[in-house]
């Protein structure tokens, strides 16, 4: 499958199969986001890699009772240092965060590739999931990705016209394509 397919096949799973992911593929999916690129190649990101049910079953109640989280085979859960960009002083940028949003994105895709289904998930209490994790206080929960097998293959959902979202030189000039 080549990226443009795989980018077109990406869905968003809530429903997976108890099917196991072998080892080399989970391998694959977390060297993805080992190999991302990041603001100064800072890599600020950390991954803890979730199996075990009872653990994926709290991070599923911290994440507003979305309990398909506990079904799929692996839940990892993104990580920053935000301490890392303190001597930016920048407002508007939130390079700790979007950075590893950066490395989800290639575990996404890479995931998709091998087969497997995600769901982004964004909504979450991170005081409990730093708890259930041990996550030092320091460090912010970005995001969590389920991964798993899909038991489910919902339609594309639809998308605004590329008319709409691309601009040439200045906001609200067409661009020719």
Known sequence: MDLFEVIEKRRSIRNYKLDPIPEEHLKKILEAARLAPSGGNRQPWR?????????????????????????????????????????LGTKRRIPYLQDPMIAVEHMVLAATALGYGTCWIGAFEEDKIKQILNVPEELAVVALLPIGVP???????????????????????????
């Open 47 to 87: 991954f803890i890699v979730v199996r075990d049910p009872e653990r994926k079953k709290a991070l599923a109640k911290a994440s507003k009772n979305q309990m398909f989280i506990a079904d799929a085979n692996v839940v990892v859960v993104a990580l920053s240092d935000p301490t890392i960009y303190s001597s």
């Open 151 to 177: 038991n489910e293959n919902p339609p594309a959902k639809p998308r605004k016209p590329f008319e709409e979202i691309f601009f040439s030189e200045t906001y609200g000039n067409p661009l020719s394509i």
